[in-house]
């Protein structure tokens, strides 16, 4: 086989974000704001619905990466809730990263909420890196309705993201 590990998938590197990741090749990526990624199906398509993102967060005045983490996920759940209507956290759990030889404890959040009328969920993983303060966030939102069937591809590009070590570059 060529350069690509697996078929059906396209890789996304780009430098400084400090991750790989990879996602179905049918779908789209976008970038809707400075080291903010989004991936999608195509409209038309029943993916279309599914949304995985991945931002990257420095909150302000954090010390150490644990901190950083904290603070991202507060200021994430208050924007959010803010935004939307009937806000519930549903799970909020530690994730843990481990990848070969590299472990890092995330937070896990299952959310629910009603926005322009439909009520989506959304799964967010907060994992802080190794040193730093930079925060990586990775989510999944969907209508509630397609949630649980649109899910398995969302976990499959959760399953190929790779954080970067500084060694790595």
Request: charged share 20%; hydrophobic share 40%; aromatic share 10%.
């Amino acid at each position: 086989m060529g350069p690509k590990a697996k078929t059906g998938v396209k890789r996304f590197a780009e430098p400084g974000y400090g991750y790989t990741i990879e996602y179905p090749v049918a779908w789209k990526m976008s970038k809707p704001a400075s080291m903010a990624t989004m991936f999608s199906g195509r409209e038309g398509t029943p993916d279309y619905a599914a949304i995985v993102g991945i931002q990257n967060i420095a909150p302000l005045g954090a010390k150490s990466p644990n901190e950083a983490a904290k603070r991202a996920l507060n200021q994430l759940k208050a924007s959010l809730g803010n935004a939307v209507r009937n806000f519930t956290v549903l799970e909020n759990r530690d994730w843990p990263y481990v990848r070969q030889a590299t472990t890092l404890m995330g937070r896990q959040l299952l959310m629910s909420y009603k926005h322009a009328g439909v009520v989506f969920q959304k799964r967010m993983i907060v994992l802080p890196r190794f040193e730093g303060t930079v925060v990586h966030v990775w989510s999944y939102t969907a209508p509630r309705t397609l949630y649980a069937s649109l899910h398995p591809k969302a976990e499959r590009i959760l399953r190929s993201w790779i954080i970067l070590t500084e060694a790595r570059k």
